[in-house]
């Protein structure tokens, strides 16, 4: 089941597959950290 990351506005700023188990995340406004990978919205 995939991931959907949105935004405040309800945007979706990015889907992921994620695969069973738990992921550490974290989001600055600026950059999404998922199990240490990071994403930046261009």
Do not use: H, Q, W
């Not at 597959?17 to 950059?31: E, H, I, L, M, Q």
């Amino acid at each position: 089941m995939p991931a959907i990351y949105k935004d405040m506005s309800n945007t979706v700023l990015c889907t992921i597959d994620v695969p069973g188990g738990d992921s550490t995340c974290a989001y600055n406004g600026r950059v999404l950290t998922i199990n240490g990978k990071e994403f930046v919205r261009e």
